[in-house]
């Protein structure tokens, strides 16, 4: 079974604080890792696809790389805007089409 | 281009009643899926549609839990009889194709309480 873990479960930082955040995966023949962003009350907004190990994306202040066994979600000089929840998901083998998530990054940037 | 949109934004019931949730899937997406968050946990699948056809429903967790989409458009959701364990976000999710290049787009889901 596919299985995604996000660290840390929340994270405080100041205003042009860069750091990062981790998901580590278990999953046979990944087809595709995704970072979402959600705010309060809304749904999950898509921010980044990776399919190798190797890959990077970057988004204005947000940058994601991909290992074998882990994606990292760089922040770099963060503004209070970046505050939300970010979620990384997994797509397993198979014909089908079903994300894992995991539980998500709660991350609050301060002025 | 309009998103994913899901009503209602809330639902509040009692147990042992019957909710129907809708899902209007972005224009010309022929993948929706319904996803659940329970209280604390993470983001689950339920099932996939492809046009009118299941595709995958290994998510559903009882046969209280119904989904529909007749002619391949927006989709219904339907608990009968509600439980409190159902209490939840439903997320509703869409996509123009399947394989290596499917991208989901999320709808702002629905809140469920069951009383």
């Known amino acids: 079974e596919d299985q995604v873990t996000q660290s840390p479960e929340a994270l405080r930082l100041q205003e042009g604080e860069s750091s990062s955040l981790n998901c580590s995966y278990t999953?046979?023949?990944?087809?595709?890792l995704f970072w979402y962003r959600q705010d309060p009350g809304k749904g999950p907004e898509f921010l980044f696809t990776?399919?190798?190990a190797g890959e990077e994306k970057e988004k204005e202040r947000l940058k994601a790389t991909l290992t074998k066994k882990e994606s990292f979600l760089h922040i770099t000089a963060p503004k209070p805007e970046d505050s939300a929840t970010y979620l990384c998901?997994?797509?397993?083998?198979?014909?089908?089409?079903?994300?894992?998530f995991g539980t998500g990054t709660q991350l609050k940037v301060e002025l | 281009e309009a998103g994913v949109t899901q009503f209602p934004s809330h639902s509040v019931i009692e147990k042992g009643q019957t909710v129907t949730l809708r899902c209007d899937p972005i224009?010309?997406?022929?993948?929706l899926y319904w996803y659940r968050r329970v209280m604390g946990k993470e983001i689950k699948f339920l099932l996939h549609?492809?046009?009118?056809?299941?595709?995958?429903e290994s998510g559903m967790p009882n046969n209280r839990f119904l989904a529909e989409r007749t002619g391949g458009t927006y989709s219904t959701l339907k608990v009968q009889p509600a439980e409190l364990e159902d209490s939840g976000v439903y997320f509703c999710?869409?996509?123009?194709?399947?394989?290596?290049?499917?991208?989901?787009?999320f709808g702002p889901g629905t809140r469920l309480t069951v009383l």
């Open positions: 999710a869409s996509s123009l194709r399947q394989g290596p290049t499917d991208t989901q787009y």
């Open positions: 224009s010309g997406h022929d993948n």
């Open positions: 999953v046979s023949g990944l087809r595709g």
């Open positions: 998901a997994v797509r397993g083998p198979g014909g089908g089409n079903k994300l894992t």
């Open positions: 990776l399919y190798s």
């Open positions: 549609f492809v046009k009118e056809s299941k595709q995958d």
